[in-house]
């Protein structure tokens, strides 16, 4: 590849650029940490690796991008309004070259940007390739960017190619009708023929990278031969908490409820000892976001059972985590929470129902669904305020679901709840509105048990426990699921669209949403279409996790929706090499039970608003009383 010597792009061929670089020459500014101009990585240097988060919060490298004849790097943050006005444009680009062999990924280095908000982007803009996050923008200091939107394009191998605009036509002051030359597309071009890129380099108007200050010492300690003293530490903002008056509130708060002994989770939360054996590992967990779990973003929907931190108590945390961690005086520290030890969620049920057989799982291999009939049948209309399916071996099962069964059998009409990786059971109690669940008299509960393999013999036997109701009922609970079928993800495609729409024949109250796919699910996005033309957001998921499938609970009377409004659920599915979960990009995948297949459930729960029923039951058995 011929270099393009530059003033300011001095190549260094004996340097290996990497993510952990550490410019020796790099100097703190007024907004931050930057490279020092004359070690920014000259056209035509080769880069050996970068590193970032993807949206599911994976560590990945660059290179399991794939090889491609070029790949086109787009820097990013969500507030830029030049990257708003610039993200349309790469849409179109991508449509043109993406079977041209061209790989494209927008790396996101906004500060106060989290990976939530950065796959938000992504779905706000229609943008199916890969969104990853750079916290500390090591790749945006390997690659010499220091704007955003600023672009690099590689060659097939890894070369620097071009660095700068997309083109001339917007700036922060304003935009031009049209661009004067498109600078991106041009060099792509050149670069795809084999060419020297003829306008290497472009200007870039947009906004400054704020680089995260670098400590002092530890850029003296590179500096090894110099002469100079080391400065006195900087005191860290977090130095003003301390564990026991600050952090242990915090932690007792959103952390000890689930670790705890006794609980599913790896560790307990209970003690300063405990914070500080996990301090590297909580911080992780906490700048992604993806601790306390909840992946519904913040701009759309206010739900009852959001445990995410709250942004201040976030900082406070994480500054703490990154000083010296001080104890404090254990005087100061707030009591201890306690917890009824039970292992049922919903509290000790009225009613336990137990699987007569003990299945057995074995080593390897798929297993196909199991089909259980509960031994109890309801004699006579019976109402339930909770529901809880308990694997008494949570290993082996992938998902069970619960559905009643009469003489008619069973539907989707007649499915009650599930159990799910991460979910939550169904109790009705939290709305706090007398709602609750009827069973018809004559029905029998039934389980489809989807088993999975450990690599050992495994023996599973499963419980559900039912909670009735103490007071008297006023509401039904209904719902409906979004559950297209007929469609087939492509090889490959890493944002495949499916959606789905259901017209309510109620005014109803909304009181939850719920998302089911497998490992290939990306996101989905609940709407509601209202009869002015109107769409509101109801419930977005821009970085699904299938380990954590949890359910979105609305206070009742904070979302009415008038009858005939269609409810439609949006999702993507990345079949594509670079999702770290998919069983095989190279298959065209389509509806099926196994977590290689897919499937698309947007399950919605509500009450009729107008509905106002006087139901008493007896408290222990949950039948109506006469």
Excluded at 315 to 320: A, E, I, N, P, V
Excluded at 339 to 359: A, C, K, N, S, Y
Excluded at 448 to 458: A, F, M, R, S, V
């Amino acid at each position: 590849m011929k270099r393009f010597p530059h003033p300011l792009q001095i190549a260094l061929p004996w340097l290996s650029l990497s993510l952990a670089v550490c410019f020796s020459g790099a100097q703190p500014s007024a907004h931050g940490f930057e490279p020092d101009p004359t070690e920014i990585a000259g056209i035509g240097t080769k880069i050996e690796t970068l590193s970032f988060k993807d949206i599911r919060g994976v560590t990945r490298e660059f290179s399991e991008l794939g090889a491609h004849r070029a790949t086109v790097i787009m820097f990013t943050t969500t507030d830029c309004p030049i990257v708003n006005k610039t993200l349309p444009k790469l849409k179109e680009l991508y449509a043109q070259y993406i079977l041209k062999d061209v790989a494209f990924l927008c790396i996101n280095v906004g500060p106060n940007d989290t990976l939530q908000a950065m796959a938000s982007q992504a779905i706000e803009y229609d943008a199916p390739w890969s969104f990853v996050k750079d916290y500390e923008a090591r790749s945006a200091v390997v690659l010499g960017v220091q704007r955003t939107p600023e672009f690099v394009i590689l060659n097939k191998e890894s070369e620097i190619c071009y660095r700068g605009r997309f083109d001339d036509q917007f700036r922060l002051g304003g935009a031009r009708p049209s661009a004067t030359r498109a600078d991106l597309r041009l060099a792509l071009d050149e670069v795809l023929e084999g060419k020297a890129v003829s306008v290497p380099q472009t200007p870039v108007d947009g906004c400054l990278i704020t680089f995260p200050n670098q400590d002092e010492n530890a850029l003296a300690e590179g500096k090894s031969q110099s002469a100079e003293p080391k400065q006195a530490p900087v005191p860290a903002p977090g130095d003003q908490w301390t564990f026991h008056e600050h952090i242990a509130p915090i932690v007792f708060e959103s952390c000890t409820p689930c670790h705890r002994p006794s609980t599913a989770a790896p560790f307990s939360l209970l003690t300063y000892e405990d914070c500080l054996a996990h301090a590297e590992m909580i911080a992780d967990v906490v700048r992604d976001e993806s601790m306390p779990p909840w992946y519904a973003t913040k701009t759309h929907g206010t739900f009852q059972n959001n445990r995410s931190l709250k942004p201040g108590a976030k900082r406070t945390l994480l500054q703490w985590l990154d000083s010296r961690r001080a104890e404090g005086d254990p005087a100061k520290a707030p009591v201890p929470p306690s917890f009824v030890e039970t292992p049922w969620r919903i509290g000790t049920p009225d009613l336990i129902l137990t699987t007569i057989e003990q299945h057995t799982i074995p080593a390897t291999g798929f297993v196909p669904y199991k089909y259980v009939v509960l031994p109890h049948l309801f004699l006579g209309e019976t109402w339930v305020e909770a529901f809880e399916i308990r694997p008494l071996n949570s290993a082996v099962v992938h998902h069970c679901n619960m559905a009643y069964a009469t003489s008619k059998g069973a539907s989707e009409e007649t499915f009650i709840t599930g159990y799910v990786p991460g979910g939550q059971p169904m109790d009705l109690g939290r709305f706090e509105n007398s709602v609750a669940y009827r069973i018809p008299a004559g029905a029998a509960l039934g389980l489809q048990i989807h088993y999975t393999t450990t690599g050992k013999e495994e023996k599973c036997r499963i419980q559900v426990g039912l909670r009735f109701p103490k007071k008297q009922i006023r509401k039904q609970l209904h719902h409906f699921v979004l559950d297209p079928r007929g469609w087939k993800i492509p090889p490959g495609d890493p944002a495949y669209r499916i959606e789905a729409k259901h017209i309510l024949q109620h005014d109803a109250d909304l009181l939850g949403l719920f998302t089911h796919m497998h490992v290939r699910g990306r996101d989905m996005t609940f709407y509601a279409n209202h009869h002015d033309g109107s769409r509101e957001t109801l419930l977005q998921i821009p970085n699904y996790n299938f380990e954590w499938q949890l359910g979105y609970e609305l206070a009742p009377g904070t979302k009415q929706l008038a009858k005939g409004t269609a409810i439609e659920a949006i999702a993507h599915f990345d079949n594509s090499s670079f999702n770290p979960y998919n069983p095989d990009p190279n298959a065209t995948v389509e509806y099926g039970p196994q977590t290689v297949d897919e499937m698309f459930n947007g399950f919605v729960f509500y009450v009729d608003q107008h509905e106002s029923l006087a139901i008493d039951v007896h408290p222990k058995t949950g039948r109506v009383k006469k």
